[in-house]
């Protein structure tokens, strides 16, 4: 663990945001390598918003979220990954651009990096068969709103060594996150249970059961959720959902994991949730949720 000083996140979007916030957060130097330099600000923007809210709440201390940002580095250039200690993948869930920047992992970074993934559905076995280190290749499945949620899915790819997942394992409890050992399947355990859930939810509301408002707050009161099932799929991205409810579809050819039409149909409108401002609910351009009286 004294050898893990630098992570390298791959991907800026909201995982690698809240992935690069909370390794920042816990005293590790953290550079985001994004497509390009306006993505990269932009992930720092966002991160650094991020702190602002929680500053607002009383959450950190001013001194707490100069800190925070001092470690955190947002860049375009792959050559970061030659000084990475420790690489964590959180792109588009698409296999063929997964292995090809694990393929460009195990070129750039030391041969004892550990490469892991944040994939919630693909097979890491494929994907780590992209490296000479199948050994060293890991899932690290966290959960949206990665900052809040002290939960982490520690995958074992077939190859992947006890040595491996007992490395990230002690990191995972230097950052105070609890990890799940899981199986390589797809979907692991969350997405897989969460996307079932979202799903009835969505066909509970096309058949007019309930509105949507009213579907969250029975799930929120009736079972504790901090959010309700279209609210969680807003904030997670419908088009992500519709993603991995299709391949959870594919891989298992149950009828279960098949998407609600009126998933399909928000979608080609564009509206994808939070990340668009309009999915089930209205959303702000810092993401708060916009009430009815509100919009008015």
């Not at 809210?53 to 959450?59: C, E, F, H, N, Q």
């Not at 698409?94 to 041969?111: G, H, S, V």
């Not at 509105?211 to 009736?222: P, T």
């Amino acid at each position: 663990m004294a050898n893990i000083q630098h992570i390298v996140v791959i991907g800026g979007g909201t995982m690698g945001q809240g992935i690069a916030e909370l390794l920042a957060s816990k005293g590790i130097e953290t550079t985001i390598i994004e497509k390009n330099d306006e993505l990269a600000k932009d992930a720092y923007h966002h991160i650094e918003m991020s702190l602002d809210k929680k500053l607002a709440k009383w959450g950190i201390t001013p001194a707490e979220k100069k800190m925070t940002l001092s470690r955190i580095h947002a860049t375009a250039d792959t050559a970061a990954l030659k000084n990475a200690d420790f690489v964590i993948e959180s792109v588009v869930e698409d296999l063929n651009t997964k292995i090809e920047l694990f393929a460009l992992c195990d070129e750039l970074c030391r041969p004892d990096v550990i490469l892991a993934s944040n994939t919630s559905t693909l097979s890491l076995t494929e994907i780590a068969a992209a490296t000479d280190r199948p050994d060293k290749v890991i899932g690290l499945h966290f959960v949206h709103p990665v900052p809040k949620i002290p939960l982490v899915e520690v995958v074992r790819g077939l190859k992947t060594s006890q040595e491996t997942v007992q490395t990230v394992v002690d990191l995972l409890e230097q950052m105070e996150m609890k990890g799940v050992e899981v199986y390589e399947s797809p979907g692991f355990v969350t997405t897989r249970l969460i996307c079932l859930l979202i799903n009835e939810a969505l066909y509970t509301l096309m058949e007019g059961v309930a509105s949507a408002e009213d579907i969250d707050r029975a799930m929120k009161i009736g079972y504790q959720f901090q959010s309700g099932p279209l609210e969680m799929a807003d904030r997670f991205g419908l088009d992500s959902i519709l993603a991995a409810l299709e391949r959870l579809y594919r891989e298992f050819g149950d009828i279960k994991y098949r998407p609600a039409p009126l998933l399909k149909k928000m979608v080609r409108a564009g509206h994808l949730g939070v990340k668009t401002g309009e999915g089930f609910f209205h959303y702000s351009e810092d993401g708060e949720r916009i009430k009815k009286e509100e919009q008015a």
